[in-house]
């Protein structure tokens, strides 16, 4: 039993819990206690947040419990809920008047990851611009905090993660001529070398594994997969040791060397599902890689680590009754990979089994998209339909363009199959009308990016491709060439 379960809340004084509570040693044990039972109970964990921000909405605290939300609903595909939060969260911290370097080093880190969690969440929504927005307030408070004393490492940890944010929201965008800028500009800030400190200063991968991951990325956009392979191997490394990092906090010792506790870690840049997503988010780009080069082997090993993992993610939080008793949606794309390296390599019948699967997850169904298009793609207020038969743009679990390329690649496994024509035409009608809202249309049209419908069968040509990232349930666009690639 925790701690927290001891605190005798309903016992204590308001002006006394209002003390305790600023402190921040109550609010430690409440993140601690929410994050370590988010999983098996959701309900008593955002109980134990709100009964915090029920003595104060406002200050550093605040935001930190603001924000422990925001990661406990990310799981749980509420977006919109994701977004307010955040917005409370840097809202709550930013009207902290820090009585230290440190308090103000946590102020800075609060904010930062309300934005880099809205940015994500905006860009799950469709709603670029507004990402975009956060992406710049996630740059202004990274900038602001790096010009301060101390604490180098998390300093700079915030200006290579806010940098990096604001890369994918251009290159979401497809806007690549900035993105190619603003990720080179990354990568010159994580290797760049002090030259004031010891030449053996220990590797901080761990602290950016997510901003490499999105650089590689965007060098497999790039059409460069040999750099994206290595930038993906990197960051797998890295989000291996944050994952670890995340279970488990750290305290000073007396001879002032940082040492694990074995309690779970409060701090507000590790996120402990949002790490353990990054690790299999960093597997599913080292997959893509081995799949532009058809090395089709070891995209289907790195894709059955991915699955494990993001299986063993969501198993173990209770988030299946979010989302109608279904599978979690990350599961629903690591096996649209799957799916596709099985097509490619003439395992049909699983391909089929697979992507059943994943239409069931993502709630698409054809037949009554043109009828009910609030139906065809439900999910309890996903994507709505207007009564004339065009989809509209909601609040689904994944961006439309995640759903246009399922419906999508299972027309071309069907239209590659006997008698099954008519299934396949539906299915093209439904991706062609997610396609329209998604910002891939602004590169070129579907058969463009996902491949013409009779590629399966030898035929047509196989598309420029895209590149699926886990974290913002979307697909990114690869950078238009004369030269047809194999990947996602």
């Known amino acids: 039993m925790m701690a927290m379960q001891r605190l005798p809340l309903a016992s204590l004084a308001g002006s006394k819990f209002i003390r305790m509570f600023s402190s921040g040693d109550v609010v430690d044990e409440m993140i601690a206690y929410a994050r370590t039972n988010s999983k098996n109970n959701y309900y008593q964990a955002i109980d134990i947040l709100k009964s915090g921000l029920g003595f104060q909405q406002t200050g550093l605290n605040a935001g930190r419990l603001y924000l422990t939300q925001a990661e406990i609903l990310a799981d749980r595909s509420r977006w919109i809920d994701v977004s307010q939060l955040c917005r409370q969260a840097a809202a709550a911290a930013s009207e902290t008047q820090p009585s230290s370097p440190a308090e103000a080093l946590i102020m800075a880190e609060v904010e930062l990851s309300a934005a880099l969690i809205g940015t994500r969440a905006s860009l799950t929504q469709h709603k670029d611009a507004e990402a975009f927005q956060m992406a710049q307030q996630c740059l202004e408070v990274a900038r602001k905090s790096f010009t301060a004393t101390g604490a180098e490492d998390q300093r700079w940890q915030g200006l290579v993660l806010s940098h990096a944010i604001a890369a994918l929201a251009q290159h979401a965008a497809c806007d690549f001529e900035t993105a190619a800028e603003s990720f080179d500009e990354v990568m010159g800030i994580a290797d760049h070398i002090d030259q004031r400190g010891s030449p053996n200063k220990p590797n901080r991968d761990h602290l950016i594994a997510d901003a490499l991951k999105h650089v590689g990325a965007f060098r497999l956009a790039q059409n460069r997969p040999s750099d994206a392979a290595t930038l993906a191997s990197r960051a797998v490394e890295a989000a291996k040791k944050a994952a670890d990092a995340a279970k488990s906090s750290t305290k000073t010792n007396n001879n002032d060397e940082k040492e694990h506790d074995g309690s779970i870690s409060t701090d507000p840049m590790q996120p402990p599902t949002l790490c353990a997503e990054t690790a299999v988010d960093c597997r599913l780009l080292q997959a893509q890689a081995a799949m532009d080069t058809k090395d089709w082997e070891s995209a289907e090993n790195r894709l059955s680590e991915a699955l494990s993992g993001a299986e063993e993610l969501s198993s173990a939080s209770n988030t299946a009754s979010s989302i109608g008793g279904k599978p979690h949606p990350r599961v629903a794309i690591v096996l649209l990979l799957l799916a596709n390296v099985y097509s490619r390599t003439g395992k049909v019948t699983l391909a089929e089994g697979l992507y059943r699967e994943i239409v069931k997850i993502l709630d698409l169904n054809p037949a009554v998209a043109s009828s009910e298009p609030s139906i065809a793609l439900g999910l309890g207020g996903g994507i709505s339909g207007s009564g004339s038969g065009t ?60 491949g013409t419908l009779d590629h399966l069968q030898g035929k047509g040509d196989g598309g420029c491709g895209i590149v699926l990232d886990l974290m913002t349930r979307r697909a990114l666009p690869r950078a238009p060439t004369d030269t047809t690639v194999v990947g996602a």
């Open 391 to 450: 989809l509209q743009l909601g609040l689904g679990p994944v961006h439309p363009s995640v759903s246009s390329l399922a419906a999508w690649r299972y027309a071309q496994l069907l239209t590659a199959l006997p008698r099954r024509s008519t299934e396949a035409t539906c299915w093209h009608q439904l991706a062609k009308e997610l396609y329209d809202d998604a910002p891939l249309r602004r590169v070129l049209e579907p058969a463009s990016v996902f």
